[in-house]
């Protein structure tokens, strides 16, 4: 049971979802694959009609953290589609619509939602609809009772990704919805990958099942360093990550510590100010030998800079002047004849953010689970106007 247990023995009140969320994730991977393998053949038609043969833009929506589901998948898409790919928000979609939908041009719209209920995504999908002349929808939810999913079941343009039942946190913070989604995302867009992708989430799952059950401990005792302010970082996919690390810290911890997030080289330009001896700084390493250069030289740097504040390192290589470099550095075993890129790595990262996240929120006293009991902040948003939008 690893963390699971030692925290139900410590009899820790107000995190029974978001422990049990954490922890299924691994094993949500593998239903994940599974329900790409069963759909397998709906999902190339859709994707063969809608966009191969139009050759339409591709756009990641979503608000809060499933707006980083598209940030940390756009990287790699990119590289493996001949098509325009963009990640956009739903709430700047709302806001300003024309900034962002191309009438003329052929675009599949592809919405990640927990509830389906947010005002943003649902206002997303009618604005979509209503401005660009030929549009699809994709609908990836964790929710088949949510408004999005039930209007997307009226529509013969949208295809309806429902995830493992389970994916549907009941905790404020979304964790094993983020990975399912994600991980979905990934899969259903590299199709011919399936079976290789496929061998590669199984190491990704025994990974995160290593850390939930004997690795844990490392990343619990950082905790007791007592840091003011956290940062992550981390290049092209892994920034995307960054973001999401720095905002399920900031929401488990109630906003009592100040986090951010940005890219290893960005760092350097103006946010490396905020450093003080109280700052806990999370660099993400890349498996690429290229990247890593850069990030090994921010590590020496922030070496050379001394102080007290604590950088750590998160790792999937045995370079031993990782471990040199930084104060603390958790490290993903490799396996053996087993290569697995940053956007696979990174399901296994994030484990590792969520964990320190529900580790330090336990540590201030909040209740992970409903962190804001005021609620002026929410599971589902609340206090959204959607106006009509006329040309």
Request: charged share 20%; aromatic share 8%; with cysteine.
């Amino acid at each position: 049971m690893g963390f699971v247990k030692s925290l139900y023995e410590e009899e820790i009140k107000g995190a029974k979802h978001t422990v049990k969320e954490i922890h299924q994730q691994p094993e949500l991977w593998l239903q994940t694959v599974g329900t790409i393998e069963k759909q397998k053949v709906a999902i190339q038609n859709f994707i063969t009609q809608k966009i191969f043969a139009k050759q339409a833009r591709i756009i990641f929506t979503g608000a809060g953290t499933s707006a980083y589901v598209g940030d940390t998948l756009t990287p790699q898409l990119r590289k493996a589609l001949p098509y325009q790919i963009d990640s956009i928000s739903t709430t700047d979609i709302v806001t300003n619509p024309l900034n962002y939908f191309k009438a003329e041009v052929p675009t599949v719209l592809v919405s990640f939602a927990r509830s389906g209920n947010s005002p943003e995504s649902l206002a997303t999908y009618t604005l979509a609809n209503k401005l660009i002349n030929n549009i699809s929808q994709i609908i990836i939810t964790c929710n088949p009772e949510g408004q999005l999913a039930k209007e997307a079941g009226k529509d013969e343009n949208t295809f309806l990704l429902l995830m493992p039942e389970d994916s549907n946190d009941q905790g404020f913070a979304m964790t094993s919805s983020f990975s399912c989604m994600y991980l979905s995302a990934l899969l259903i867009f590299q199709l011919d990958r399936l079976e290789e992708l496929k061998r590669k989430i199984e190491v990704v799952s025994k990974n995160a099942d290593r850390i939930l059950t004997q690795q844990y401990k490392s990343i619990k005792n950082l905790v007791s360093l007592n840091k003011k302010r956290v940062v992550y970082l981390g290049s092209s996919t892994l920034k995307g990550l960054a973001q999401e690390a720095s905002l399920k810290h900031l929401e488990l911890t109630s906003g009592k510590i100040p986090t951010f997030h940005e890219s290893v080289l960005g760092f350097r330009h103006g946010p490396k100010s905020l450093i003080d001896d109280e700052t806990l700084i999370f660099v993400f390493i890349s498996n690429d030998p290229y990247t890593r250069k850069y990030e090994i030289d921010l590590l020496q740097e922030l070496k050379k800079d001394g102080g007290s504040k604590t950088v750590v390192a998160v790792a999937n290589t045995n370079e031993k002047e990782i471990a040199e470099i930084c104060d603390s550095a958790f490290l993903i075993p490799e396996q053996e004849n087993i290569y697995l890129e940053d956007h696979l790595i990174a399901l296994n990262y994030l484990i590792v953010g969520q964990l320190f996240a529900l580790f330090n929120s336990i540590h201030l006293g909040v209740t992970p689970d409903n962190p804001s009991p005021t609620g002026m902040v929410n599971r589902v948003v609340k206090g959204v106007n959607i106006y009509n939008f006329k040309k």
